[in-house]
């Protein structure tokens, strides 16, 4: 059996996400896969953070033969275990974390601005004011 190491892709038109994988040769695209070794996004803007890998498990199917496909050598090359872009890809991953952290205070913040002010507890909502004397003689 010939293993390819190559991508496998997921998500949707236009908005495509790859998993790197060990496969035979002769499966479809998205068929069955040996295992999986990794990800590429690449729809993040940041691209040292598009491809994260599994450089051992990566190391071990190269060891016993399997072929990477021409994009996933790349991709090895730069973000294996020995990868040329190693301490980009760990500053792009650190920055990209910080920022999904910034985000969820401010969309929480942003669900409670549009919810409306908030009561203390214990406080009733104001009263409407009493009918005067002349719209109840009108009611009769």
């Known amino acids: 059996m010939a293993v390819r190491i190559r ?8 908005r495509s996400f790859y998993r790197i994988c060990a496969m035979d040769s002769r499966t479809p695209r998205d068929g069955r ?3 999986e070794l990794g990800t590429y996004d690449p729809m993040i803007p940041d691209v040292d953070a598009r491809a ?10 190269l060891g016993v033969g399997a072929q990477p496909s021409d994009k996933v050598k790349v991709l090895i090359k730069k973000y294996g275990t ?14 990209l974390a ?4 910034r985000l969820e205070p401010a969309q929480v ?3 409670t601005e549009t919810a409306g002010p908030e009561q203390p507890a214990g406080e009733q909502p104001p009263e409407e004011p009493p009918e005067s004397p002349a719209a109840e003689d009108r009611a009769e």
């Open 7 to 14: 991508m496998k892709k997921l998500g949707r038109r236009h």
């Open 33 to 35: 896969v040996l295992e």
């Open 52 to 61: 994260v890998l599994d450089g051992q498990r990566i190391d071990y199917w």
């Open 82 to 95: 020995a990868g040329t872009h190693l301490p980009a890809q760990e500053a792009a991953l650190d920055r």
């Open 98 to 101: 910080q920022s999904r952290r």
């Open 109 to 111: 913040e942003a669900k």
